[in-house]
């Protein structure tokens, strides 16, 4: 990338009448450099069988490229015209829930030839017919890809024989899932019944993992088709994203984004997030350290929020400390989703940076501002590395296990906010991280692994995570680690299974706390956050040092939070659910013992630190306030420049944050 | 109407022995002076297909005619017999959810020919069969009427020759609903999809609205098969309901009333209400005050509820203060849903005014006396008129689209909640409303209207609210009026749309208030009601003066509630959902400058009054008191006669009114 | 029986290595002596169509035997290969949800030829290849078998066909059912509707009760094929299970226990429950007092918990104390669901005595101290009988029709609610109890009925009840008693239909009650549990004393509870919805009146205690702590020996009670 990107996504399909000039004179007047077109329209390209018409695409990357701004060209293959649901209703994916209705987009059956067939031929016209326009940087293949649960009878069939590979006999199938358990042993090939109606946790999830797979493939074919035509200028992207609450929560469930990203030149994600008092930042950074890791470089923020909803519409300043935000954690591009307000369907009230009346209002003043800021600080912000000694351990087989098998019959928790309970309090610490998976080639670059939650694991992660201790590395693990193995089957062993040996500790005893705090307080925290919740396993250690200890009458005996000193490294283990207060703790402590407590950790939440190294190989930080109250700290590290005031910046000076104020200095 | 009447349904066929006698002496005692019947006994009247057996009307018409009680006679459509459904099931409705299931009354297609066939041959039947019985006053064509949300087939077939007939062609039809977007675009009317699954809104208002017309259709349909039989002196009536929150609470979302109603005679109607201590008479006066305006004359109150269920069995006095405030509204006759408690089925626990053991008991005892009055008072309390001042714009097409596009993701409120704070608030203040719609063509006659969140209008009906203004009508409009144009698009102009210059202010952006109240509490209501929820806009006045500006951190300068001068009038414009104690001060405000405060609003809830001019033109006043403790108020008009107990009132007198009383004053 | 069994549910089959010799030393060490397999198997026994494989069957067997361990073999009938289903999918049962999906358990049509053909053949293979083993004692015949709901075609067809047999005509259908009444009348046989979209709940219950016969006839079918091969020395078992919150709570709705239990030897339960700190005994007292009822006799416990769910593994002490509470209420054998935890599947969190890990643990280590026990005081404990003055009068069909019928709107209580809330005070003041229903011969020979919502009931039972009390019965009705007739029809009397002569009070009006209480706090209980909820009738006494009135403004005058001399006996009938307070003061003024209060009632929750007659003929009493706190009492009763300390105990001495203990004293 040579720039920072600054775009929206832009429908001139949508618009209620001619304002394409008059758009791009309110962009330019933005700094809106990208645009992101095409990717819903297919009705509008194709609009009968075979019949191509690509006015609207001409027009506008004609005036965007006499206006000086890029193009990322979508592959419209989300959303299905109507008239091929007319022709070919088995397009719609069959999902447990019966056969697909015509309305919505992400309906269709991704391994559906005839959906396919149509969809290779809309992206070869397409592709082929932009792919010369000086206009276009790069393209997005498809749009927040998921295999909306297709399962009907040709995806079971596929499963099938996935299985037979994967198996080879149904005698270990049986084996590995269990199968005899209330007369669900299959016998013949012949016999393997729809798995949408099991009880059986383990195949389902091994269902899940065939499902990511189709999503996966089904990337990667478009990805080739796109790769004939695209120029060696250009790049191919996706528009990845997370598990939605709402808002962009946790790993998403549905992808392998890991897996999914090879294909790829660059990682693209969307990432939206409470705002006004409950912006915190830490979307942007969890969504942001997610997708760098995709690929271990800087990617694309495809599309965030500008309005949005009425719960959502930024104060004053809150969309400056988004876009700098998104930077800090290695974006180059900034895009908001979109760029007018549509004025009909489904997304009339998730507003653009333009009100329905395509006016200036205060959230496109403020744009306006970044857009400048972006074009002028482009040289130092772009191409922003990041080297990062601490790592989070995310596994999706992990996260369909736990939704198959819940912490408790009471909880709404999931896989999800373990991973977040963790990451959060490294954010509000400042402790920058990656994130990686169990297929992770660079786990041993890492000083200290945090593994929430990782249920389902093969013999061999484990021996490496133990491996990893013995050898001078610091983990970090949360309860129900190490449960399965990597078929979703309940080790035979004692608890945590191999890890037990690295965390000196066994257990095989579980129950749900109900007024239990840890014994003591060890951690110190206030009363009121001396609680564990949702889940405690009933410890003993072998050769661990006991932490904490639970407050319970009948299961005091039992440690709740342990260390080991193994090899020559140490691994903390944390058996139940803490308070936010306790795991903050805990971390806190884990990271001083790895030694990466540093100036930065004198900072907290809401005051924000992020560095890395821009393309001058000098350190850029950024300083975030995440608050309605100015804020000033002093400055730690050597001397540079404020680059948004172009002051000055001494070491040990007091340094003033606005409310949602974003400081930028980079060192001599 | 030449007399007052006092009914309940009656259902001979349901009696568990012959009670027809003894049933009739206590009507009779209880001043009972109609029945309606056979509109849910199809199955007892056609036993077979083609086998017609009218005994059951036979022997109560003759019985009735005896007792000199009048009977309406109801067309038995609205629950089809077992053996059609046997014989064609595709009478039933297919709907979202799939097709129907027989159980339940209200299921069939009410386009279906197999249906409409039958449901003709036994409305010729029967009303051929009893049209000349003396006893015989009207008829009432099916009951409580709605679409079912039939949209099988055929619906939808219908549905877009509908389309192309008032569009003509797709591309209108494309622009008009935003097609592009989501790819929904439609290119060939064959590909026309099913409206089922659509999720633009404005396209699925517009399905509602092509509903709402088939239950007109149907209704005229059916009038025009009675009318062909009725005498001169018989009417033809339909039970019209509301929306239904367990009790009758707003604007019926499923049919048109003010369509609907052209058809008959005379407006039918029934009202259910919370009791015992939450009566408050809000939806008697609501329910009246529609079903008056349906046809600018008096109604009649055909289902209301005796002992109903456990939790609105009424106090001493409630069911005396209920009739009575029936009339107050308009209505000339008042039927109680029904005679005696059902043994079987879904509404055993609806009780009537009979318990199932048919004995006298308190609530029957309380009739008795409500009887006596209606028969002794008749000539002075039936056709009631009314000439109210104020009225209230509603309009179906504005619910539909708020039931697409929530407040906000939380909120459960919707378009009727907005009609509600409104209203209730009219109410409690004493003053008499009517209600119009966007196609009333008495808009004019009124001094102020109440419009709640018009979000669905046309150009002319904005235009002509301004010159309604402009000529010197006084306007309070509440949020989220204006907002879309007819066929549900949001408009591409600043908001509040056209009615920005009458009302002097624009807004582009909108919010979900947070612990949101007024500044300064402009309207001096306790520091508890001085709050706002659910919804803002920001609003910038042009020419408006601002009544309140929000209290917030970032958008105090916004202003909340504005009036603005325009030509001769005031338009006042609230744009949020206020507390209703704001909305009484608002609303009590804008009264205040239409100059329509008078006497009666000395008074307010509980005392509540309404009035009219009676057949010798003469003023009636009514007093109610809706609460557990005696009231006094000084009566402040002419001097007359207080009707039940014949007892002179002077002007400026002092007058009692009972817990749950009554008191009727007929001036000199 | 001979001796105590303890036992657990084994499953060679799911094991996921060869665990048989090493299971049997563990359970030799806890005095396991009986095991129950191969219920949940039958895609192990029979892989393919008529190819059957008994190996696991054997090895365990022979195992067993030679370890001097029983073993009860199940029909393998209630889950269905995946052969069965693949050949023919019409064996599962298609229920108002639509065909049934494979997967679970328990989903086939238990009436489907297919399904039947198949099950005879693996019950006659299987019980004819077992039956001369000497493992074997016994027979379970499927597993808390239901009708699924079962309700497609040919249900309905042999419903129809049940029907005409069992009323003749439909005119007395539709007069027993009131299908007049919204056109649902039914004048061929032909034209008779699926009942599954009935809104007449008297219909519905009564479809409900054929289904219940399906069941009752299902398991007779299953019971006279085993009889044929059964061994003079074996018995024939059902494991019965109960109405599931989560846990075992009330009467079972989807079976006649009384009628199914009618094939059977001997009666079998799974009795789940609440544990940790909810550890009342209340489940165990209850289903142990159902199931004893059911045959009169002595009963197995084939389920219950282990380590279960993590909000239910017991507390040091726990377990014992369960294992004893089944034996005091005349269980004969106590069995754990399982004996390991499963590695995969529904019940992975289900925890068996053992780990996932198979190792010892505190909760298998307290089960050897039972198993130690049980063997030694098997002579004193074995086989233990009881002659209880008080009987629960219990009715499926009244259970069914309150489903159709609820209280209220708010409410979620039902029939069961009503049961529980008269039987947990009756457990919480010592007063041992049986189970009758309306077909019991017995209902004479108790000194008191206690009749919970009598809803549903002919003539001649209530007449039968009446005729009680005449000759010198005590009965305590609630509410809802009497109130309808053998078809859910209401009564059209007064009610409480013909028990207000008993009684001597009548009823025609009631209500839902908001912030009631009785008047003067009658019954001195708490001033916070002087309330009443949910329901309350107006009642008038006739000749009935009243024991409390409502303190409400308008209903003041109305009893609440009332008690009547009638004849020899009392009849208290219970209006409302007590607190649990009032309800017990009720009974305990109940039980004084029928001279049944004695020693034991000295004691209250949570000291328990029950007793019985034991082989020797001397009487055997429990006595359980249900708390966390240590208890002492004064012994009683006459001298005897506690039998696990072998303590000599004499009359009045102060005898201690551990937290969570028990104590078991043999009287001399």
Redesign the interface.
Known sequence: MQKLLYGVAY?D??M??DRLEKDIGMMKDAGINVVRIAE?????HE??NGVFDFTSVNRVLDAMHEAGIKVIVGT?TY?????M??EHPDVLAITPQGPG?????QIMDITNPTYLFYAERIIRKLIGHVKDHPAVIGYQTDNETKHYNTSGPNVQLAFVKYMREKFETLERVN?A????????????W?????V???????LGAEFAKFQRKLVTDFLAWQVAIVNEYKRNDQFVTQNFDFEWR?YSYGIQPKVDHFEAAKAFDIAGVDIYHPS??DLTGIEISFGGDVTRSMKGSNYLVIETEA?A???W?P??GQLRLQAFSHLASGANMVAYWHWH?????????WKGLL?????P???YNEAKTIGRDFERLSPQLVNLQKKNKVAVLVSNESLTAIEW?KF??ASSKNYNDVVRMMYDELYKMNIGCDFVHPASENLEDYTLLVVPALYTASDSLLERLNEFVKNGGHIVYSFKSGFTDEN????????PGMISEACGITY?????P?NVSLKGNPFEVGAEDNYIET?MELITPTTAEVLAYYDH??WGQYAAITQNHYGKGIATYIGCMTSPAIMKKVLEHAVKQADLWGADQNLEFPLITKSGINQSGKVVRYYFNYS?CPASFEYPHNDGVELLTEAAIKSEQAVEVDAWGVIIIEEY
């Open positions: 429908y399909e949508y209620p009448y819903s329209t297919w009705s509008t609009p009968q419209p959303a299905v015209p109507t008239w649901v007319k209705r015509y309305g919505a987009r084996a899932f269990g199968l005899d358990y209330w007369s669900n042993r299959i016998n013949s012949e016999d393997f019944p729809s949408v109606g099991t009880i059986n946790g383990s709402g006004q008092d309005q909803f009425v719960n519409v104060y004053p307000s549509i004025h009909n369907s489904f997304e009339t009230y009100s329905h009346d395509f006016e209002n205060p959230v098998f408790n019959f979703v089957k309940v080790r035979t062993t004692r608890q095989s005893m579980f129950v749900e109900k889940w009458p009948h309605d």
